[in-house]
């Protein structure tokens, strides 16, 4: 078969937005804070434990992003602490094996101590 990757300009149609297929998505560009691009988070829609040193991991929903864009993200870079707490207010973080970095060590437990209060707005 001699199939050819050209076709003629006649063959063009302009493209038309149409209801049958989902809408495009336009990406909202980042905010720039002290000079690095941050995201916003709409939700976090689960965790994990990730690679050797069973570092804790989110799977983020970005504002703005379809679903197929949820990344992975270490919990050190996510920056939105009501986020996370109201995250684990519903999903209670398991205890972590010992191989867990330091930092994680940390957030897990000032994210597991009574002292840590929610806004109504969080609840």
Sequence with gaps: MGIHNVFHASLLLPYK?????????????PDLIKDEEEYKVESIVNHRYHGRGRQLQYLIKWSGYPSSDNTWEPAEDV?????????HKRH?????????????RELIRALQTPSFVLSPADK
């Design 17 to 29: 937005e149409m209801p049958a297929h989902s809408p495009n998505f336009t990406h909202p560009p």
């Design 79 to 87: 920056h939105a602490e009501d986020l996370v707490k109201s995250y």
């Design 92 to 104: 209670p973080l398991q205890t972590v094996k010992k191989r867990t970095s330091e930092g994680t």
